[in-house]
Structure formats: C-alpha cells, structure tokens
C-alpha cells in the first residue's frame, strides 16, 4: 500500500466516522430524551397517586371526625332524653333533638361503612350495638315498666357513661388507618 491509498483509507475512515458520530449521537440523544420523558411519567403518575392517597385520608380523617362527633352528641341527646324521662319532662322538643342526633349518628356510620377499614368498623360495632341497645331501653323506660325489660334510669344512665370506654380502641384503629403516630 502506497502512501496515497493510505491517505484514501483514513479519509474515508474519518468521514464515515464523523457521518456516523452524527448519527449515533442522535440516536443516544434520542433514547436519553425518550428516558427522561418516561422519568418524568414516572414522577407524574407517583405524584398523582400521592394526591390520590392524600384526598383518601383527607375523606376518612373527616368521615371520622364526623363519627366521633356525631356519636357523642347522640349519646349527649340520649343522656338529656334519658333525664327527661326521670324529670318528667319529654316534650316534643326533646324527641325532635334526640331523633336528630340519632339520625346524624346513623348517616355518618353510614359514610365510615363506606369508607373505614375493616379494623376501625370492628372497634365501632360495640359502640353502634351500645347506643342501639341505649336508645331500645331509654324508649322502653318512657313507656313505663315492662316484663322486657327491668332497666331503671340509674342503670341506662350506667350503661351509657361505661359505653364511652370502648372509645380508646376505635381512636387506636382510626388513627392507625390514617397513619398517625404516638
């Protein structure tokens, strides 16, 4: 091989070369975009799932908040309502309150048997089957004496302030299933 053919070679070796570093640099630039891009879709599906968590936790934390207010005042009405029976001193106002606290109670253990976990529903059926059982024997008391029945106002009155202690597990399990930590 002379030297002009030597020449030749490297030339053509080099435009090849530069012709394809061209390319080739398209190409990594091309699959380093299409990697970011996917990056990026990554980032925005995670960050749309983290909000989608956080509306869910925002619901549930309110669906209980709701709950637990919604139950105390039922229970606040029942005790009041439970007096008045001792006093003598139902009236239509008193009904009306307690049938409105009742029925605030029942939508929003409604709305949490929608939304609660399996663990939170649980902790909740001892204080739904308590403030059932409270209002059957308050209403039964007001209808005076039955063979049914032999609870006295001092024992409903009873029933109702012990019913609260199953509260501590109900509050473990929601603040559980919201993420809290002691």
């Known amino acids: 091989m002379n030297a002009g ?3 030749l070679i490297i030339s053509i070796v080099g435009v090849i070369g530069t012709l394809l570093a061209s390319i080739v640099t398209q ?13 990026q879709r990554l980032l925005g599906q995670d960050e749309y799932e983290r909000e989608q968590r956080d509306k869910v936790l925002a ?5 209980y908040v709701a709950m ?3 139950t105390r005042r039922y229970r606040l009405e029942l005790m009041s ?7 003598g001193a139902v009236d ?11 029925l605030a109670f029942a939508m929003s253990l409604a709305e949490t048997q929608l939304t609660g976990t399996i663990p939170v529903l649980e902790a909740l059926e001892p204080i739904r089957k308590g403030m059932a059982h409270g209002y059957a024997e308050t209403k039964e008391l007001e ?4 063979p049914e029945s032999n609870s006295s106002f001092e024992e409903i009155r009873t029933f109702l302030l012990k019913l609260w202690d199953e509260w501590p597990t109900a509050y473990a399990a929601m603040r559980s299933d919201l993420g809290v930590e002691d």
């Open 5 to 7: 053919t030597t020449a």
């Open 27 to 39: 190409r990594l630039s091309a699959v380093a975009r299409r990697e970011e891009l996917k990056q």
């Open 59 to 63: 619901n549930k934390r309110t669906c």
């Open 68 to 70: 637990i207010s919604t």
């Open 81 to 87: 309502y439970l007096y008045g029976i001792k006093q």
């Open 92 to 102: 239509n106002e008193a009904e009306t309150r307690l049938q409105d606290a009742r």
């Open 143 to 146: 209808q005076g004496p039955s």
